[in-house]
C-alpha cells in the first residue's frame, strides 16, 4: 500500500524541506500521549507529565484525539514558519467547517470519506453520523465532537491556547535543543536536493520515500492506498526529532501534501530468545494478521473498529488478536467498557536484527 504524490512537471523549487515548530510541538504530544511508541523518550515524557499542571494535563487528555492515533492535517503545516505563533496564526485562518472535518477525521477514524460531501456543522446525517463514529470509540471521543460540533470556534480557541500553555511548559526549552538537530539534517537535505537531484534527497529521508522512474511521483510506504497531487502548492519535507519511527503524510484532498519524517537515531535493543522469534514470525505468516497489524501501527483500536475497517467478523477479528498477543505483539488496555489493541512496536521493529543474533548466538 502506498501513497503517490503526483510532482510530474512541477517546478524544483516547489519541493521544499523545512522545519516546524507546529509539528514537532505535535510530534512531542504524541511522545506523551503514546510514550510506548518512543522508548526512547519515555523518561522524558514521564518528567513532563509529572511536571504538568492538573489543568494542563486535563486538557491535553480532552485533546489528544488530535495528535494520538493520527496527526490532524493542520497541524502539519506545508508553509512552516520561524515560530509557533506564526503558525497557530496561520491555523486560525483556516476556515471552521476544514478545521472541523480535519478534526473529526482523526477524533473519528474511518478517513476523510464520512464527512467528504457535506460539512458536519451544517449538514444533519454527516454530523450524526460523526457523532455515531465518535461514540464507537470511546467516550472522550464523544465529548470532544460534540463540544466541537456545538461551538468550534470556542474548542479552536481553547486547543491554541493549549499549544501555548504546552511551549511555556516545556516544549520551548525542548525546541531550542532540537531546532539545532533538524538544522543540520535540512542542511544536508537541501545540499542534495540542489547539487544531486530529488532523488538523492529522498533516500536521506527514508527507504519508505521514492521516487518513480519517470520523476513524475514520489512513492510513500503508508497503510493507505491512495494518490495527492503537489501541482499548484508543491510538497513539503518536515524533519523531527521527536516523531521517529513515524512517518507522517498529509494527502487529504484540499491540503497541500506533507511529509514529516524522522531524523533520529533509534536506541539500542535487548536480544530475545529464538523460539520468542520463531513464535512472532509464525504470528505474522497471515495475511489477515498483517492487515490488522497495518492499523494498529496507526494507535489503538477496539475489535470493532478493526473488523469495520478490514470487513471481518468480530470473532474472526478476535481469533487474530489473540494469536498476535500471544507472541508478544499486542498489548490491551481497558478503557470503561472498551479494550484498545496496540502494536507493540518495540519488538516488532526490532524482528529482523532479533533472528540474525538469535541464529548468530
Same mark, same amino acid.
Given at each position: 500500500m502506498t501513497l503517490r504524490i503526483d510532482i510530474s512537471g512541477l517546478p524544483s523549487g516547489r519541493v521544499r524541506f523545512a522545519a516546524s $515548530? #507546529? =509539528? %514537532? #510541538? &505535535? =510530534?512531542? #504530544? !504524541? @511522545? #506523551? =500521549? %503514546? $510514550?510506548? !511508541? !518512543?522508548p526512547q523518550f519515555a523518561d522524558r515524557a514521564a518528567a513532563i507529565w509529572s511536571g504538568l499542571r492538573p489543568e494542563l494535563a486535563e486538557r491535553l487528555r480532552e485533546a489528544e484525539f488530535l495528535w494520538r492515533s493520527s496527526q490532524a492535517d493542520f497541524l502539519i503545516p506545508a508553509r512552516p514558519r520561524p515560530t509557533l505563533a506564526e503558525e497557530l496564526d496561520d491555523v486560525d485562518r483556516i476556515d471552521d467547517a476544514t478545521y472541523a472535518t480535519a478534526a473529526l477525521v482523526t477524533t473519528c477514524g474511518g478517513g476523510t470519506g464520512h464527512f467528504a460531501a457535506r460539512s458536519p456543522l451544517t449538514d444533519a446525517a454527516t454530523r450524526r453520523r460523526a457523532l455515531d463514529l465518535a461514540q464507537a470509540r470511546g467516550g472522550r471521543q464523544e465529548a470532544f465532537a460534540e463540544r466541537l460540533l456545538a461551538d468550534p470556534a470556542a474548542v479552536r480557541a481553547r486547543i491554541r491556547e493549549t499549544l501555548e500553555q504546552c511551549a511555556e511548559a516545556f516544549f520551548d526549552a525542548a525546541w531550542a535543543g532540537v531546532s539545532v538537530h533538524l538544522a543540520t539534517d535540512l542542511r544536508l537535505k537541501n545540499d542534495l536536493l540542489r547539487h544531486q537531484g530529488l532523488e538523492a534527497a529522498l533516500a536521506s529521508v527514508s527507504r519508505a520515500v521514492t521516487l518513480t522512474p519517470d520523476g513524475d511521483c514520489i512513492i510513500v510506504d503508508k497503510l493507505q492506498d491512495t494518490a495527492a497531487s503537489a501541482h499548484g502548492s508543491g510538497v513539503t519535507f518536515i524533519p523531527t526529532v521527536f516523531g521517529r519511527p513515524h512517518l507522517v503524510a498529509v494527502h487529504t484532498p484540499g491540503w497541500h501534501p506533507v511529509v514529516q519524517y524522522p531524523v533520529a537515531e533509534p536506541g $539500542? &535493543? %535487548? $536480544? @530475545?530468545?529464538l523460539d520468542t522469534v520463531t513464535l512472532r514470525l509464525e504470528a505474522l505468516a497471515h495475511p489477515v494478521r498483517l492487515r490488522l497489524l497495518r492499523t494498529l501501527a496507526r494507535g489503538p483500536h477496539t475489535p470493532r473498529e478493526l473488523a469495520h475497517t478490514w470487513g471481518l467478523s468480530p470473532p474472526e477479528v478476535s481469533r487474530h488478536l489473540a494469536v498476535l498477543r500471544r507472541a508478544g505483539l499486542l498489548t490491551t488496555r481497558r478503557h470503561g467498557r472498551y479494550v484498545r489493541y496496540s502494536l507493540n512496536l518495540t519488538d516488532l521493529t526490532t524482528l529482523g536484527s532479533d533472528l540474525l543474533a538469535a541464529v548468530q548466538r
Open positions: $515548530p #507546529l =509539528a %514537532e #510541538l &505535535t =510530534a512531542m #504530544l !504524541h @511522545v #506523551l =500521549a %503514546e $510514550p510506548g !511508541h !518512543h $539500542p &535493543t %535487548e $536480544p @530475545v530468545s
